[in-house]
């Protein structure tokens, strides 16, 4: 009990607030003493020297004094907002390294596991493809959490110099598709690709592999087995608009800018057991502005799943003739 009390009088917040109750009754107290006070000083200098106290000169002092509080008030406020700001960052890194740490035991155990079945013990032709494909699952699982990591340490996303290439917008994603066929079956999920338009687009494919991989592995944790995932795409005036619309947990208003933060994960009784660094959305974000587009995330709330969707520019007239010519 007793702990619990001196954490709450402790708290950050009731210190802060505390200085800023201590300042003001200071300052009041010594502008009412100093006005009381200024006509006995007053009174005093006449009598000995009467150049010596001057109104003027009475109210620089006092106004001089009320600045320097104010400095003071609002240096202790800069300190708070910024040591704020650092206890906030130092608990997203704790959390992310404990969400790093179970992301890559999880998949290294799994994959041991198989390697130590196929060494010790006899498994059938059809079990050693079976092993053999999860165990690459598995290591494409590292993969892209490796490649996720290396990417937010850089020191700045939107610095990286994207490899532009004219790309057939349904071909991509039909190839991206392929690789994620066997969690579908896993997770009995039911995706539909449904195009509206078959656009081309002046994209660097590495990079947007990358965030639609994010976004698909994003709607497989958070929807249910056997609920529906849908990729539509259409186009916009210049712009294609790709969105993933799964029918998982759904987001609260208050999440839907937050969740682009970096290390930052939603954390409630539906979600804490899913896997997840925090990284995945806050790196598609960088790269989807370094290709001139946005990515936007839109919930009608808790379970009612959750739709992201990215927009890109279409490659212009002059690029498609360019491509074509050559």
């Known amino acids: 009990m007793m702990g619990r009390l001196r954490r709450i009088v402790f708290h950050p917040i009731f210190i802060f607030v505390g200085i800023q109750i201590a300042w003001i009754i200071l300052m009041a107290v010594w502008i009412n003493w100093y006005i009381k006070n200024s006509r006995r000083f007053k009174e005093f200098a006449q009598k000995i020297k009467p150049e010596l106290f001057t109104t003027d000169f009475n109210w620089v002092i006092l106004l001089e004094g009320c600045v320097l509080m104010l400095i003071i008030l609002a240096g202790v406020c800069l300190i708070f907002v910024f040591w704020n700001k650092q206890a906030r960052l130092n608990r997203l890194q704790s959390n992310f390294v404990s969400s790093v740490s179970h992301e890559l035991k999880s998949p290294l155990a799994s994959i041991q596991l198989y390697l130590e079945t196929l060494q010790y013990q006899k498994v059938s032709p059809e079990e050693t493809k079976d092993f053999i494909e999860i165990m690459l699952t598995d290591t494409e699982r590292l993969a892209g959490l490796i490649e996720n990591i290396l990417e937010a340490g850089k020191s700045d996303i939107k610095s990286m110099r994207p490899q532009f290439m004219q790309t057939h917008m349904e071909k991509f994603l039909k190839e991206l598709l392929k690789g994620y066929e066997r969690q579908f079956k896993e997770r009995e999920c039911e995706v539909?690709?449904?195009?509206?338009?078959?656009?081309?687009?002046?994209?660097?494919?590495?990079?947007?592999?990358?965030?639609?991989?994010?976004?698909?592995?994003?709607?497989?944790?958070?929807?249910?087995?056997?609920?529906?995932?849908?990729?539509?795409?259409?186009?916009?005036?210049?712009?294609?608009?790709?969105?993933?619309?799964?029918?998982?947990?759904?987001?609260?208003?208050?999440?839907?800018?937050?969740?682009?933060?970096?290390?930052?994960?939603?954390?409630?009784?539906?979600?804490?057991?899913?896997?997840?660094?925090?990284?995945?959305?806050?790196?598609?974000?960088?790269?989807?502005?370094?290709?001139?587009?946005?990515?936007?995330?839109?919930?009608?709330?808790?379970?009612?799943?959750?739709?992201?969707?990215?927009?890109?520019?279409?490659?212009?007239?002059?690029?498609?003739?360019?491509?074509?010519?050559?």
């Open 192 to 326: 539909r690709l449904d195009i509206q338009d078959s656009p081309i687009l002046n994209i660097d494919m590495r990079a947007l592999r990358m965030v639609f991989s994010n976004l698909l592995s994003n709607a497989l944790r958070y929807t249910p087995e056997g609920g529906p995932i849908t990729i539509r795409v259409t186009t916009r005036k210049k712009f294609c608009v790709i969105e993933f619309i799964d029918s998982g947990v759904g987001l609260e208003k208050k999440d839907l800018k937050k969740v682009f933060r970096k290390f930052y994960r939603v954390r409630d009784k539906e979600t804490q057991g899913v896997e997840g660094a925090g990284l995945g959305l806050f790196i598609s974000r960088g790269i989807v502005k370094n290709h001139k587009g946005k990515i936007e995330v839109y919930s009608e709330g808790k379970g009612k799943g959750s739709v992201f969707a990215v927009s890109l520019p279409l490659a212009d007239d002059k690029e498609r003739l360019t491509k074509t010519d050559s």
